[in-house]
Every structure is written in structure tokens, then in C-alpha cells.
């Protein structure tokens, strides 16, 4: 298996923190107590800080449910995202056309906002399979839940309507069966819990479907200031990150990526630049996963490169090799994310 396609600095915008305080302190547990209880410094999240580590987001979750005694915490977090929650990725997606075009940035930008997962959709017929690819695991139950309520809750606004409940499938538990109600409160119905993967389906006519008061003619401005803000995250990476980064991108064609031959073109041994890789928050290997991705993507929008050209362009001997890495970094193969 493939290692996990997250930065070296997982980071959660303020912002996408807010409605987890929000809901705490709807029921008795303040900023204090969670600071406490997660061993943070005083003033750690009160005011809100310009981001936080995604890991110790995902604690919060978990402990704001403990202290609230909630068992849907996640869920009730999800019920308090708002506009400004997802940053200016938030915007863009209100200048947004439809709700295809929607899904298509969310994708692009949902890094702006945090390093918690990854989203993805496809297509197969009439049904649309939109999967959140998250960076923990299912023990996690609060964080599947406030993601997929908070989905919920922000297109419902997007629509202007209370959208139909989707076929959900969740890959955590559900928690006390006797408890589940409160997903039909929330979600519209009960998910399937246990699957495989985090997946809501739904009628693929609802890409098309126009998002209302939508300003379209900020979408050219926002979209500017998204992709600069993308170039900064690189740019924030550890240098010894970004070296290996280029140095991969500049040696995937020509053969095989090695940690020994990337190592020799910077100048290291390849033990200096495991520990160097260390030091920063990252492995060799997810360096390199998130280079052939980037390519992959990007090789995947030109119509003149088949499969088999991307699998050597990227380095894979075998085009199959090609397509179950692809598949475990976008949740889809290649021809499907193509399609889509």
C-alpha cells in the first residue's frame, strides 16, 4: 500500500476550527477545558489562531465528545460550519455555476481550508459517488461525521433548499446502534456504516443543477488568489522537501525514482537524506507519491497521452503497477478520474 498523501505540516485553518468550539461550547465545554484536556498552552485556541496541526484538530474532535459526553459530536460540529469555515475556498465555491462546477473546486482547494483528507467524485451512469479520502483512520468516527454533516449543511445553503439525503456510506462504526437517530436528524437517513470507503451517491443531474445567487463574475478574481495561496503552501515546505520534490520530477522519466539516486543527484548519502526527510515531517515515499500524483493529474487532462505513456512518463514499469497507485491516491483508477 501506498503511503498517505499529506503534507509534512498538516495544518487546519482557524477558521475550519471555529465550528468545533462553536459546538463545544453550545454544550458547557469551553476553549479552556479543551486546551486542558489536549495539554495545548493557554490562548492555544482562544482567539482563534491563523491555523492549527490537523493532528491536533482530530484530538479536539475526539475529546470534545468525551467532555461534552456527546456521541455525535462530529455530527454537531458539522451542523455549525458556515461561509467563512472553508476560507476563501468558501467563496469560490459561491461563485461557482452549478454544482458540478462546485465539486470541481472543492477538489482543486479544500487543501486551502485543511490537510484532513482529500475529496474526490466520479461518474457511472446516472449516479454521481462523491468520496472523501480521509488522512486517519475510521477510529475516528467525530471527523467522517462532521465532514459529511458539514457538506450537508453548506449545500442545503448552496441550493437554497434542503437537498434529498444521500445513499451514505461510511467506513467507521456508527457508534451505539441505539444511538443513530440522530443521523437521520442530521444526514436525512442513516448511513451504512462499516463500508469500505466514505461514499454519498446521488443523482448525477444534480451536477448540473445551478447553485442560486451565485456571482460567477468573482469566480476569475477568487480562483487568482486561490492558486496563489496554493504556491505559498509549497513554498512553506522545508527546503530539503522541495529539492527532493524537483529532483524527482526532474528523474521520473528517464527510469526508476530511488531514494540512493536521489540522494547521489543532491549530494547526500542516502542515510543524510532519510534523516534530512525526517527532520522535516516527511518520508522519501510520500514525497514521491505526491510528485507522480501531481503529474499523473496533469498528464491525465492531455488527451494525446494514453495510459501507458503516463504509467513511464511517471517512472512505473507496468501500467497496472500505474493504476493501483492511482487508485489508492484519488479513490478512482486513472480512466475514471480521466472521465470525470
Not at 437517530?181 to 442513516?190: C, F, I, M, N, S
Amino acid at each position: 500500500m501506498t503511503a498517505p498523501l499529506f503534507d509534512h505540516a498538516k495544518r487546519v485553518a482557524g477558521s475550519y476550527l471555529q465550528p468545533l468550539l462553536e459546538a463545544a461550547a453550545a454544550r458547557g465545554v469551553t476553549a479552556r477545558a479543551l486546551e486542558q484536556a489536549a495539554g495545548l498552552a493557554p490562548g492555544t485556541l482562544e482567539p482563534l489562531p491563523e491555523s492549527l496541526p490537523a493532528d491536533d484538530y482530530v484530538h479536539l474532535l475526539d475529546l470534545g465528545a468525551q467532555l461534552a459526553n456527546d456521541p455525535h459530536f462530529g455530527l454537531h460540529v458539522g451542523q455549525c460550519v458556515k461561509l467563512g469555515t472553508y476560507t476563501v475556498y468558501g467563496l469560490i465555491l459561491l461563485s461557482c455555476r452549478d454544482f458540478g462546477h462546485v465539486f470541481e473546486q472543492t477538489m482543486r482547494y479544500e487543501q486551502l481550508a485543511h490537510d484532513l483528507g482529500r475529496s474526490s467524485i466520479t461518474v457511472d451512469d446516472d449516479i454521481a459517488y462523491y468520496a472523501w479520502h480521509s488522512n486517519y483512520s475510521s477510529a475516528h468516527r467525530h471527523l467522517a461525521d462532521s465532514v459529511f454533516a458539514g457538506i450537508r449543511v453548506f449545500s442545503n445553503w448552496l441550493a437554497g433548499i434542503t437537498l434529498p439525503a444521500n445513499d451514505l456510506k461510511l467506513m467507521h462504526d456508527g457508534g451505539p446502534p441505539e444511538l443513530r437517530d440522530e443521523y437521520e436528524k442530521v444526514l436525512g437517513a442513516v448511513p451504512e456504516f462499516d463500508a469500505e470507503a466514505n461514499v454519498a451517491s446521488f443523482n448525477a443531474m444534480m451536477l448540473s443543477w445551478p447553485v442560486p445567487n451565485a456571482d460567477v463574475s468573482l469566480y476569475p478574481v477568487l480562483q487568482q488568489h486561490a492558486e496563489q495561496l496554493l504556491q505559498q503552501r509549497l513554498a512553506s515546505q522545508p527546503a530539503i522537501t522541495q529539492q527532493v520534490h524537483a529532483a524527482i520530477i526532474a528523474s521520473l522519466s528517464s527510469g526508476q525514482v530511488r531514494l540512493a539516486s536521489i540522494a547521489e543527484a543532491l549530494k547526500l548519502s542516502p542515510r543524510t537524506l532519510q534523516r534530512k526527510l525526517s527532520e522535516a515531517g516527511a518520508t522519501f515515499q510520500q514525497v514521491l507519491d505526491q510528485a507522480r500524483f501531481a503529474l499523473a493529474r496533469e498528464y491525465l487532462k492531455r488527451p494525446e497521452l494514453n495510459l501507458v505513456d503516463i504509467a513511464f512518463l511517471l517512472g512505473y514499469q507496468e501500467q497496472s503497477a500505474f493504476n493501483h497507485a492511482f487508485k489508492e491516491w484519488a479513490g478512482v483508477n486513472p480512466g475514471a478520474w480521466r472521465a470525470s
